[in-house]
């Protein structure tokens, strides 16, 4: 019974191959990326550039014409920051994982398309919407025994979050809308392949990638309600000036700006519809 089913499946697939033939070719690809994810924010001194980290991912494209492609990404990388030597006092650092998941729009600046070998190549820019988590970490050194670890510091409660030692600050979310928006050149070497490079950045609504964002709290309260630990990372100021703690209220970090982050890379993707379409004729020309 199974065999009767596989039968009449390939058949009704062979027979559908005219129809098939008549779709555009291209309007199907999946493709991998490769390349540099960088965060902009408190620890970087806004530089768009800052200390750029290995990134990759992947993606399903919809191409609906030649000018116009929906896309989904799936995208992997690592943000860190740290103050510069002009504010070493502060001596604020971090690093931090980044996992988002988004939808796109690309738009082709020519018509671009595989069976086209008038234009096989194109600028493109694209925008969307996304969802990302990250999780911030700080290296932590025990005073005692001198050994250092990454801590997690979204649960110190770094700037008072969640205590009454700032009630107005609620302890932040590590997963947060994104808005990626860019600018793009592809390329197809063969009907069956295309090549890209871009660069987008990533728009959020969160100051907290890095963990910074407001003013300190006081020092001694924060450690007597979050613990030593937090205390310690909170303000970091004592390993280079020993003995020095921030008052209360001194600025740590601009509020007025949320983090950002951004993600350049090359990719390479492959036209499903020529790959399914070839696969799918030569079942049934072996039948």
Not at 41 to 47: A, K, T
Not at 60 to 65: A, C, I, K, P, V
Not at 80 to 101: A, Q, V, W
Not at 249 to 275: C, E, H, P, Q, T
Request: aromatic share 16%; hydrophobic share 35%; proline share 5%.
């Amino acid at each position: 019974m199974l065999r009767f089913r596989t039968i009449v499946l390939l058949l009704s697939l062979c027979l559908a191959m005219p129809a098939w033939a008549q779709l555009r070719l291209g309007s199907h690809e999946v493709g991998y990326t490769l390349g540099g994810m960088n965060y902009i924010g408190d620890l970087n001194n806004q530089s768009m550039l800052g200390r750029p980290h290995l990134a990759m991912g992947g993606f399903y494209r919809l191409n609906f014409d030649e000018r116009w492609s929906l896309r989904f990404d799936i995208d992997y990388g690592h943000v860190s920051g740290g103050d510069p030597d002009y504010i070493e006092r502060r001596n604020l650092s971090f690093k931090s994982f980044i996992f988002e998941g988004s939808m796109r729009v690309e738009f082709n600046f020519f018509p671009f398309s595989m069976r086209d070998d008038h234009f096989f190549w194109t600028p493109y820019i694209f925008g969307g919407v996304g969802f990302f988590a990250f999780n911030p970490k700080g290296r932590y050194t025990d005073p005692l025994s001198d050994d250092s670890q990454w801590v997690d510091l979204q649960p110190l409660n770094t700037e008072g979050q969640g205590t009454p030692l700032a009630p107005d600050r609620k302890v932040y979310t590590l997963k947060q809308l994104s808005m990626p928006f860019g600018v793009g050149v592809k390329y197809h070497p063969s009907k069956s392949l295309t090549l890209s490079a871009e660069y987008g950045f990533r728009k959020t609504w969160t100051d907290y990638i890095d963990d910074v964002s407001t003013t300190y709290v006081d020092n001694h309260e924060l450690e007597y309600y979050s613990g030593a630990v937090s205390a310690a990372m909170a303000d970091r100021s004592s390993e280079v000036e020993p003995g020095y703690v921030n008052a209360a209220g001194i600025k740590r970090g601009d509020d007025s700006l949320d983090d950002w982050f951004a993600y350049f890379n090359v990719s390479v993707s492959v036209n499903f519809d020529l790959i399914f379409g070839w696969m799918l004729k030569k079942k049934c020309d072996n039948k």
